[in-house]
């Protein structure tokens, strides 16, 4: 190995392995290139999904018809939601910057399973492929949403089939992701890294990957069992047969709603790793965030009636999951007490990471104080199936995982690129995106308390005006999206270079190597003394 | 780039990776569970229908090669490559003759119309359609892991024959083996669900 392709000091961006051009990234096992690998493939199906939302939006500006019909509304609502749960929020942060920083987080050279972690996005990519086949085949793209419900999904002529085996092939890629960062946890630590020296990222990815291990082969066999109904009638789910479609909502959410912290802990993580270093104080409360996320990830595992309180259980059943879905609340909201406190009487530096996680909190909390109007059961019974439903699901998957995305892309961006991104476009796309955000959801809450369900084209002309400012907001909201991700991607290839390791005054190990990490990260594993967040000496 | 070795961390991956496969077919056995408590008469006629002949001598094939390769495990350990190899055919042998039986039993079936969407199965009743779709479901995707076991099998014999795997690294045989074992552990539960219990 020549001098100038030294695992230890070329950069990971610039090193040459056995594989030219592009080739040198979709066969590469470095675990900053497959990190990178899921950002760039999500970015894209996001733009593509959110175009979709766009495209409905538009539609919804007023009762009728305006630019589609039901059957095409129907449609993009299931590809929507397809793309945006299954290729976005599941994999979402941990596949990105889990992939990325997890290693350097803990002081290691890679993950345990380099090679199975390159599988873990081919599965990927290929569920994706085989979701989009659903679109240009012969009997129409399906339109059964993303949760594709007992018995219209194998009623309905349209082409389920690939989107729901294409679902199953991307579980796959979660379930091997979950393997890798559970080994990794134990076994690559750095000498003197203990449990509870771990950063608070680190912790997340590891509560998540516990329960991508546990929840996705639930989703699996369900999926797959749906395929058997469409290609052979095996009658599980199928009223006609005996089967019974209310079991395929319970094995549906008994993956779902743990699902949803998939999505949720590693955006948590992030959030505690920004806060602490822009307020330049040491986390408040770091076991209570460690102990709420085993927590969450443990009850999160007992609520998932909660979506099917209008659906047909007995009264025991219902009060004990609504009591459930309360005590899974309380410690979300310990973790957003945690971060106020840290940032109580802080040294608050106004960067754009920041900004985005501090409107995390904010949307968050709507999102979260929703889900308890949701979780009670006379209430819910009222709004299920509206959009106040839609307004919540927003407001923690897009308003928490998204934006924590955002934050966090925002954060390592200097790390992961070697160059800066123009912090004053940045914080203008950061504003209008939350101007428009709000204007596009805070609205459907209102709608949806009036009546107004979801899962339709059209309305009655009553809920004309909430829709218009709904839809609006819309379109402010995807001008923010653009300036942003413009302003990325420029500054990804043409933003000031930067080979500063420390740029935002970190303390975890990811801001104490090299800009961008090396090959190896590390020349030599470091040995660990201190805690993630000792800012005061 | 120094390889990173450690074979307890591989033996770690592959314990969650069976944990995962538990939770399948647990699932599926909730399913079972449900639908037998909703129709207990027809599941237990169903059942008379299953070959237990057949069944039980699938169920001692299957525990003899589950001792096969433990004990091909232990001929690795003791540096004897060819006892290894030998004991691991005959698990590939046994595996194989597990599917031709599978083969002929689910033959029988279908001739009599029992496979799901058959005319005849159709007429029999919510709980008969239900035990057959179950039947063919589960067994179906245990022999789906019984043929990923021989591309497992076939893959640890080629790469013990290459010197790959050897006394001093044979954690991809031991993980093999804990896989078989796992594929023999879900057929010891759904022997006696589908064949048995009365
Ligand atoms: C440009 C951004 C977005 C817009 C304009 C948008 C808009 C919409 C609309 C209009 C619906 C259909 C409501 C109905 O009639 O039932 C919908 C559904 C949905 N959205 Fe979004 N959305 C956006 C971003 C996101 C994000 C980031 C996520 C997840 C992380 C997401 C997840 C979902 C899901 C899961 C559904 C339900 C799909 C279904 O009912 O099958 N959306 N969205
Ligand atoms: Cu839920």
Known sequence: MSEANNAHNVSYLEYKGQYKGLLAWIFSTDHKRIGLLYLYTMLFFFSVAAILGLLMKTQLIAPGYTIMGPQTYNSLFTLHGIIMIFVIVVPGLPAVFGNFFLPIMIGAKDVAFPKLNLLSWWFYIIGILIVLTSQFMGDGPPDTGWTFYAPYSFRTPTNVLPAVFGAFVMGFSSILTGINFVVTIHRMRAPGMTWFKMPLFPWTLYGTAWIQILATPVIGITLLLIVAERLMGIGIFDPALGGDPILYQHLFWIYSHPAVYIMILPAMGAISEIIPVFSRKTIFGYKAIVLSTLAIAFVGYFVWGHHMFTSGMSGRALYTFSFLTFLVAIPSAIKVFNWVSTMHKGSLQMQTPFYWAVSFIFVFMIGGLSGLVLGSLATNVHVHDTHFVVAHFHFIVFGGTGYAFMAALHYWFPKMFGRMYDMNWANLGWGIFFIGFNTLYLPMFYLGIMGMPRRYYDYLPDFHGGNIVSSLGAWVMVSGIVIIFANLIRSARHGEKTTEKNPWGGKTLEWQVDTPPTLENFEEIPTIEKGPYEFED | ?198
Do not use: C
Not at chain 2, 82 to 95: D, E, G, H
Not at chain 2, 143 to 157: E, N, Q, W
């Open chain 2, 1 to 198: 780039m120094t390889v990173h070795r450690d074979d307890l961390g591989d033996k770690m991956g592959m314990w969650l990776f069976i944990f995962t496969e538990l939770l399948l077919f647990g699932m599926l056995f909730v399913v079972y569970a449900v639908y037998r408590s909703m129709h207990p008469e027809a599941f237990k006629l169903g059942g008379d229908e299953l070959d237990v002949v057949m069944g039980t001598i699938n169920t001692i094939i299957l525990l003899i090669s589950s001792m096969t390769v433990a004990m091909s495990i232990s001929a690795m350990q003791k540096g004897n490559k060819k006892l290894a190899l030998t004991l691991l055919t005959i698990t590939l042998i046994i595996a194989v003759v597990f599917l031709v039986n599978k083969y002929f039993e689910w033959g029988a079936k279908f001739e009599y119309g029992f496979n799901p969407g058959a005319p005849e199965l159709l007429e029999l009743g919510h709980g008969t359609i239900l035990f057959f779709g179950l039947y063919f479901i589960m067994t179906g995707i245990h022999a789906l892991h019984i043929l990923i076991g021989i591309a497992l099998f076939i893959y640890v014999v080629w790469q013990i024959r290459k010197d790959k795997i050897h006394q001093t690294d044979y954690v991809w045989l031991e993980n093999t083996g804990l896989y078989w074992h796992l594929v023999d552990l879900i057929w010891i539960f759904l022997f006696p669900l589908f064949y048995l219990i009365h």
